[in-house]
């Protein structure tokens, strides 16, 4: 019983600090997705599941939802594919690989920010980007790559590559080194080259590794909002309005807390639901 009381006794902070800043607010939030409050008026009338219903029939919501979509199966494919490929290179120890490692991951920790606003100026017309595309004979949209309903998504979408793939690159890293070196000597000894040995030994102990990466930047693309915040304000027409941006906008923006608080939970949801069967998915492939 003494020990039960003192264990007790040293997770009270932390139980404390779960209860006050994340089960509190994540009940709290869910009350207030129940109501039409409103941030000016400081009051709400409780509405059932109204919004929820409203949400549905938004056509700015549901356009956020699409842009979210398509930045994350966007993004994740390309994002995994090259960090894999970068940290394979890397592992064989090739000259200056080290300088390498940290190059790449240098944007990973540069305060996303000041990355947006340089890629903002990249981005516009007469930025870099632009008078390359001029040099390189093709014609960049008119008032740049940010102001097209066409391009304005893909370009942040270019962007959150670029910065996301270091991370990862180390994620890969540390899953190869955890692979027994004894397998890779004895594939030399067999003749294997690079690319057996990667296809062979590496990509397929590197499972759970996979599943981490996917799930984490599954999580972190479902809440694109800072590059969003800088570089668009989900212009133009709404082409870079993605969810979390939406519930910023309807909630701090617009005050209307009730119907952004709902629309967080059914982002919530939907991010509860990929994470499930990307975990189910990767346990199928473990069975086979």
């Known amino acids: 019983m003494k020990t039960d009381s003192k264990v007790l006794l040293f997770s009270l902070p932390w ?18 997705s129940l109501t039409d409050y409103q941030l000016l008026r400081g009051t709400g009338l409780y509405i059932g599941f109204e919004n929820y219903s409203r949400l549905f029939s938004d056509p700015v919501f549901l356009k956020s939802l699409k842009n979210t979509f398509y930045f ?11 960090a894999l490929i ?3 290179f890397i592992a064989e120890k090739t000259p200056g690989h080290k300088i390498f490692q940290a190059a790449y991951f240098i944007p990973s920790i540069t305060a996303m920010v000041v990355v947006a606003l340089i890629f903002y100026n990249l981005y516009s017309r007469g930025g870099y980007i632009y008078s390359l595309c001029l040099l390189a004979g093709i014609s960049p949209p008119v008032n740049g790559f ?39 000597e004895a594939a030399r000894v067999d003749g ?11 990509i397929p102990l590197l499972k759970s590794t996979f599943l981490f990466v996917i799930v984490l930047n599954t999580i972190r693309s479902f809440q694109i909002f800072v590059e969003i915040f800088v570089m668009t304000s989900g212009r133009p027409f709404n082409s870079t309005l993605t969810a979390v941006y939406f519930i910023f906008d309807r ?9 952004a608080s709902a629309a967080a939970y059914i982002l919530f949801m939907i991010m509860l639901v990929f994470s499930l069967i990307q975990f189910k998915l990767i346990n199928i492939r473990k069975n086979v």
């Open 15 to 32: 139980l404390i600090y779960l209860a006050v800043f994340w089960l509190y607010p994540i009940g709290y939030s869910f009350f207030l």
């Open 72 to 82: 994350v199966f966007g993004t994740i494919p390309a994002t995994t594919i090259l």
């Open 86 to 88: 970068l940290a394979l």
């Open 146 to 184: 940010l102001q097209s309903e066409k391009t304005a998504l893909l370009s942040i979408m270019a962007m959150d590559v670029w910065v996301a793939i270091g991370y990862y690159v180390l994620i890969f890293l540390a899953g190869i080194k955890s692979i027994p070196v004894e397998l890779y």
């Open 192 to 202: 294997a080259g690079f690319i057996k040995r990667s296809v062979g030994i590496t």
């Open 251 to 259: 909630g701090i923006i617009r005050g209307d807390i009730g119907y």
